[in-house]
């Protein structure tokens, strides 16, 4: 039998709570090697850019932490 696994992911936050947004891609993919999680940052080592949140936002790319590669 085999599975399908599914992947964790996290929506970088500051440390004021407030979601962070880049205003391009590029902003996005600049941080992401840099920005850590305060919280269980060795299990969610994988980042990604992804335009919009989980809310319908449409015009800003996130940054999300995964615990498997994108």
């Given at each position: 039998m085999t599975g399908v696994a599914h992947a964790d992911d996290i929506?970088?936050?500051g440390f004021d709570g407030?979601?962070?947004y880049y205003n391009t891609e590029a902003e996005c993919r600049e941080d992401g090697?840099?920005?850590?999680l305060q919280?269980?940052?060795?299990?969610y080592p994988y980042w990604?850019?992804?335009?919009?949140?989980d809310r319908g936002d449409t015009v800003h790319w996130y940054l999300w932490?995964?615990?498997?590669?994108n």
């Open positions: 929506l970088v936050v407030v979601e962070e090697p840099n920005v850590h919280i269980n940052d060795t299990t990604y850019c992804r335009i919009g949140d932490n995964s615990d498997v590669p």
